[in-house]
């Protein structure tokens, strides 16, 4: 039982650190919630979604901001967005947002060209997979 709990502790911390900063412009793009991880385990789990966020990163700074997709494939979108910068500490990438009101930080956790994952400071974990339009045939 030791070994197997040791061994899955070193997966998952080998999985966090295979970010690379070369890898960080995958952010970039139209992503949908995919599914939320509670602390406790339990899962939420996301079959299709209204909103989209849109990230774009230039230099480990950037914004994100919500945006609600169209049939005819263009975006619907306020002048709202998060700004955001990313921040390496202790071998992780951390996204730091600052407002007027609050600052917090999320933590990096996976990231591929498809899909991308962070946690939030209440042990949240959120994850997002490439967003695909529709494509309807009219």
């Not at 500490?89 to 407002?99: A, G, H, S």
Request: glycine content about 4%; some cysteine.
């Amino acid at each position: 039982m030791k070994r197997f709990l040791l061994l899955t502790l070193l997966i998952g911390m080998s999985c966090s650190h295979n970010i690379s900063k070369e890898k960080l412009d995958l952010l970039n793009g139209y992503w949908e919630i995919q599914e939320v991880e509670f602390p406790n385990g339990e899962k939420k789990e996301y079959q299709m979604s209204a909103v989209v966020d849109y990230i774009q990163l230039d230099n480990l700074q950037g914004y994100k901001k919500k945006v609600v997709p169209k049939f005819d494939g263009s975006f619907e979108t306020s002048d709202d967005a998060e700004a955001f910068k990313i921040i390496e500490r202790n071998e992780k990438f951390l996204i730091k947002y600052e407002n007027p009101l609050s600052e917090w930080e999320e933590s990096l956790i996976s990231l591929s060209s498809d899909n991308f994952s962070v946690k939030n400071p209440d042990g949240l974990i959120y994850h997002f997979k490439r967003f695909e339009p529709l494509k309807l045939d009219l």
